[in-house]
């Protein structure tokens, strides 16, 4: 069976990589490995003799037999090295030690489920392994209400893919297809997606393309997976567009392919695809978004650092969605005066007008940071392209500290930073504990097991914060580095952190039921500075029109623009005594009058007039 693709066909027949039980009762194993030489592959299981495998075209090994139930263990003998399975489903032992054959059936209970719209999504970040005590998907679950009360319709799950140890953020992944088994393994993320659809939330899963953990990398004997040509911050790039690059996209198509498939996984978020390197006609990631949206509907979002909207455009790259950091590096200046870095590039309410208006603060002109132009125009683009957050795991974990803003700012602040990205015309994503104010930190944790690793990655975490005024770094491989990242028990909760939960709840449900609000277009959204330190929104849609007002000085009372001709009902303000505030705006508004705002504060109106 082949499927046509920017005219180039796929051969889906041959998406099989890894040990699949069949119908008839035997086991299929299948791996490319045209780097194995004279010898040939041998297929290794525990006090059984090694069995030649079929040599097919492409550098292909198969072979077929009876008898080999779920759970077990396998290995390849390749070049002359035992190697574990490339495409292994589960690496129960960690990252060096053989394969186990899983099986696929499961009996889901999510027919009901249908993936909403991606206008529909807010997106609630986590790590599994710190979200509860326990670490595990398992452990999510009981959470799942919790988030849909919140308001949230889509958990993305950082990358599961088998890393090294125990702890890790999942980006040191060395098995694409493996689940990382101190998380529960690949029934315990069935189980967790099955439970998420049944509870009415999407899932999007991050996978990582660009590159692949140093520890229990064994790909690179079996084939070419890796090209000097380039280099990523992180290690050797993956060879997308070299001599038998064919079989490389092909073996991360077919795992996007599985994560949406067999998973059921509605979304995926490709991390840092700015370290993609391919100079190919057909982009690697062009065909694997085309192919996911066909063969499966699942949504492809892009993580890149380019401000180049071509990744969205269908002629483009083709992803549905895209981060974009311009937000929060604007909203993080405004609120904590920090300029070290790449937050040199931004400055006052005119550049977060521009954000809300534009999706890019820079859209071509000159970065200082970079010390070149920058980005290009979102012209044409929605609003529903753009996933923006005032906090990800990335911001948050990429300081020394691991500071949140709840370390750094205000109780009004707080609310402040919900309110600017809740209401704008993008998609937005809370990370894990931002909607009550956790002040546990979120650091950068491994658990690797090579010494002279260990040592590399900790110089590396101190020359990387060389830009910013930090000068302690917490160690990576210290366990307690991992252990303070979890989160709080509802239980513990404070006063006002229950106060900001709800608060956020409240943002929520108004994004959700005002139709100016939830109607996502820039084409639609007048954002204009008002004074050095205040800005004012305007959303409208065809059945309504609603009006944002953000003040960021810390002395408030200064006007904050005249409200547009009309009548104006108040739906929230930061400032009110319900939300612990020294008192706010009116609750409605006539004719072209001054609006005053509290310091550090945001209220929202709809016309009814």
Same mark, same amino acid.
């Given at each position: 069976m082949t499927t046509a693709l920017a005219g180039n066909p796929i051969d889906t027949d041959r998406l099989r990589l890894g040990a699949r039980c069949l119908a008839d009762g035997r086991c299929e194993f299948r791996v490319w490995a045209p780097g194995a030489?004279?010898?040939?592959?041998?297929?290794?299981?525990?006090?059984?003799?090694?069995?030649?495998m079929e040599a097919g075209s492409g550098g292909y090994y198969s072979l077929r037999l009876k008898d080999i139930p779920p759970g077990t263990r396998y290995s390849y003998l390749v070049g002359g090295k035992t190697r574990p399975d490339p495409a292994s489903r589960y690496q129960p032992d960690g990252v060096h030690s053989p394969s186990e054959v899983v099986?696929?059936?499961?009996?889901?209970?999510?027919?009901?489920?249908?993936?909403?719209?991606?206008?529909?999504?807010?997106?609630?970040?986590?790590?599994?392994g710190t979200f509860s005590a326990a670490?595990?998907?398992?452990?999510?679950? @009981?959470?799942?209400? +919790? =988030?849909? *009360?919140? #308001?949230?319709?889509? !958990?993305?799950?950082?990358?599961?893919?088998?890393?090294?140890?125990?702890?890790?953020?999942?980006?040191?992944?060395?098995?694409?297809?493996?689940?990382?088994?101190?998380?529960?393994?690949?029934?315990?993320?069935?189980?967790?997606?099955?439970?998420?659809?049944?509870?009415?939330?999407?899932?999007?899963?991050?996978?990582?393309?660009?590159?692949?953990? @140093?520890?229990?990398? +064994? =790909?690179? *004997?079996? #084939?070419?997976?890796? !090209?000097?040509?380039?280099?990523?911050?992180?290690?050797?790039?993956?060879?997308?567009?070299?001599?038998?690059?064919?079989e490389v996209r092909q073996f991360f198509i077919e795992n996007a392919l599985y994560w949406t498939g067999e998973f059921h996984i509605d979304a995926l978020r490709l991390d840092a695809i700015h370290a993609i390197f391919d100079s190919s006609a057909l982009r690697f990631l062009q065909e694997l978004a085309t192919t996911v949206r066909k063969a499966t509907g699942a949504y492809v979002m892009a993580e890149s650092d380019l401000n180049d909207v071509r990744v969205i455009r269908p002629d483009g790259l083709a992803c549905d969605a895209l981060w974009s950091d311009s937000l929060h590096h604007v909203l993080h200046v405004l609120l904590t005066g920090e300029h070290d870095g790449y937050y040199q590039d931004f400055g006052g309410v005119a550049d977060l007008a521009k954000a809300y208006n534009e999706a890019f603060v820079y859209s071509g002109q000159y970065s200082k940071f970079r010390r070149r132009r920058h980005g290009n125009s979102t012209r044409g683009a929605r609003g529903e392209q753009f996933v923006v957050c005032a906090q990800n795991h990335d911001q948050i974990g990429n300081r020394a500290q691991g500071d949140r803003l709840?370390?750094?700012?205000?109780?009004?602040?707080?609310?402040?930073?919900?309110?600017a990205v809740i209401l704008s015309p993008f998609l937005p994503l809370l990370f894990m504990g931002e909607e009550y104010g956790e002040t546990a930190p979120f650091l950068y944790f491994t658990s690797h097991g090579d010494d002279d690793l260990i040592e590399a990655v900790r110089r590396g975490r101190q020359e990387e914060f060389g830009a910013f005024a930090w000068q302690e770094v917490a160690d990576p491989q210290a366990e307690v580095t991992f252990s303070q990242c979890?989160?709080?028990?509802?239980?513990?909760?404070?006063?006002?952190?229950?106060?900001?939960?709800?608060?956020?709840?409240?943002?929520?449900?108004?994004?959700?039921?005002?139709?100016?609000?939830?109607?996502?277009?820039?084409?639609?959204?007048?954002?204009?500075?008002?004074?050095?330190?205040?800005?004012?929104?305007?959303?409208?849609?065809?059945?309504?029109?609603?009006?944002?007002?953000?003040?960021?000085?810390?002395?408030?009372?200064?006007?904050?623009?005249?409200?547009?001709?009309?009548?104006?009902?108040?739906?929230?303000?930061?400032?009110?005594?319900?939300?612990?505030?020294?008192?706010?705006?009116?609750?409605?508004?006539?004719?072209?009058?001054?609006?005053?705002?509290?310091?550090?504060?945001?209220?929202?109106?709809?016309?009814?007039?």
């Open positions: 030489g004279a010898g040939g592959v041998q297929l290794q299981r525990i006090g059984k003799p090694a069995v030649a099986a696929a059936t499961f009996v889901w209970t999510d027919d009901a489920w249908a993936n909403p719209p991606l206008a529909q999504y807010v997106l609630y970040e986590m790590h599994t670490g595990t998907f398992d452990a999510v679950i @009981p959470r799942l209400p +919790y =988030l849909k *009360d919140l #308001g949230v319709t889509a !958990i993305e799950l950082m990358p599961v893919s088998q890393f090294p140890g125990g702890r890790n953020w999942g980006y040191d992944g060395v098995f694409p297809f493996a689940v990382q088994n101190t998380y529960g393994g690949p029934a315990a993320l069935k189980r967790l997606v099955n439970a998420a659809h049944r509870a009415g939330l999407a899932v999007v899963l991050d996978v990582v393309y660009n590159h692949l953990g @140093p520890e229990g990398n +064994y =790909l690179r *004997d079996f #084939g070419p997976y890796f !090209i000097d040509r380039y280099k990523t911050p992180w290690g050797d790039a993956l060879n997308f567009d070299g001599p038998d690059s064919d709840s370390a750094l700012l205000d109780f009004e602040s707080l609310k402040l930073a919900a309110g979890r989160l709080t028990p509802q239980a513990s909760w404070t006063p006002r952190q229950r106060m900001l939960h709800d608060f956020y709840r409240e943002l929520l449900r108004i994004r959700r039921d005002t139709p100016a609000l939830a109607h996502l277009s820039m084409e639609r959204t007048e954002a204009v500075p008002v004074g050095e330190h205040c800005l004012r929104m305007r959303r409208w849609c065809e059945t309504g029109e609603a009006m944002v007002v953000l003040e960021f000085s810390q002395a408030g009372g200064a006007p904050g623009g005249t409200c547009p001709a009309g009548r104006w009902r108040k739906l929230i303000d930061s400032a009110d005594s319900k939300w612990d505030g020294p008192g706010g705006a009116p609750e409605s508004l006539t004719g072209e009058i001054g609006i005053v705002l509290a310091r550090r504060s945001l209220a929202v109106y709809e016309r009814v007039g």
